[in-house]
């Protein structure tokens, strides 16, 4: 007796079910890349809000501070006696007037020092009086400006070292003038530099992270964390690219590009106060943002 053949499956038929297969895969796959890309997506969109939210905070606390600072000049400017600066009238008044720069500074923790200089540059009235050394700022450039234009206003040092403090500053002043405009000296308020990177290194941005607060008339670096020694008062190169959106006028922008002190590629974000000269940049480094999508990707 023959046995009977088994039935061979159809060729067609066995062809149709690996296509379907290999759709089915594909399918998967799609899904899965697709996956992948909105997660990527949403790590960038991240970033880009947290630089911007970062910088906004920045600006506005800024902002606050040199208001407060520009009120209490203005009020010195206005207040100060002429007498106060004549001759040897110092005496008289060092009392009175030093308890009174120390009470503006009672819990304003951003400002190290006021001070009031006369028309040669020499040193009169100081916070903390009695531990300031006697210094001359003749020769300093913002005395200068306001010396020979001292209803300019408010006025901003490059960031210079301080003769009282020693530390880096970036001095804020006004001039004193009397009744009819003559300069008589100016008052000056010392930012202080070393509370700005206490707060930057509050921040997380990353181990690759930056955030930079510079001039926005001449782009020159104020304070940068982490610091990298020789850039203090640097300006960004020329073809930089945050140069174009501050030449547009742009308060607030957020862009991607490799920095051009160290390579990283980063994501950052600026805002520009709206009436002092400076703004904020803060970077937060792809690798770092992408880590963990890099891990699931794997």
């Keep these: 007796m023959i046995p009977e053949k088994t039935p061979i499956p159809d060729r067609r038929q066995r062809r149709t079910l690996l296509l379907g297969l290999a759709l089915l895969v594909l399918c998967v796959l799609q899904l899965l890349a697709y996956q992948l890309w909105l997660n990527y997506q949403e790590q960038i969109v991240d970033a880009e809000t947290k630089t911007r939210n970062y910088a906004a905070i920045f600006e506005t606390r800024l902002d606050a501070t040199l208001r407060r600072t520009d ?8 207040s100060l006696p002429a007498q106060a600066l004549a001759g040897q009238a110092s005496s008289a008044y060092a009392a009175q007037l030093n308890d009174e720069l120390d009470s503006h500074l009672l819990h304003f923790d951003d400002l190290a020092g006021l001070r009031v200089f006369d028309r040669s540059g020499d040193l009169r009235y100081s916070s903390d009086g009695a531990h300031t050394a006697p210094t ?16 300019s206003g408010l006025m901003f040092s490059e960031v210079i070292v301080s003769r009282t403090t020693g530390r880096p500053s970036l001095i804020i002043a006004r001039a004193l003038q009397d009744p009819h405009g003559v300069f008589l000296g100016i008052v000056t308020a010392v930012l202080d530099l070393d509370r ?25 670096q104020v304070v940068r964390w982490p610091s990298v020694p020789g850039k203090m008062n640097q300006e ?10 501050m030449a547009r006028g742009d308060r607030t922008g957020t862009l991607h590009f490799a920095s051009q002190t160290d390579g990283v590629q980063r994501i950052y974000s600026f805002h520009r106060l709206e009436h002092y000269p400076f703004y904020f940049i803060i970077g937060v480094s792809f690798d770092d943002v992408l880590a963990g999508w890099r891990t699931r990707a794997r």
């Design 71 to 78: 009120a209490i000049l203005q009020g010195l400017s206005r």
């Design 136 to 151: 001359n700022v003749a020769d300093r450039d913002y005395f200068r400006f306001l010396q020979n234009q001292p209803q």
């Design 196 to 220: 700005q990177v206490e707060i930057f290194r509050s921040v997380d941005v990353g181990s690759n992270g930056i955030i930079s607060f510079r001039r926005s008339d001449d782009h020159r």
């Design 236 to 245: 960004l190169d020329p073809g930089h690219p945050l140069r174009p959106p």
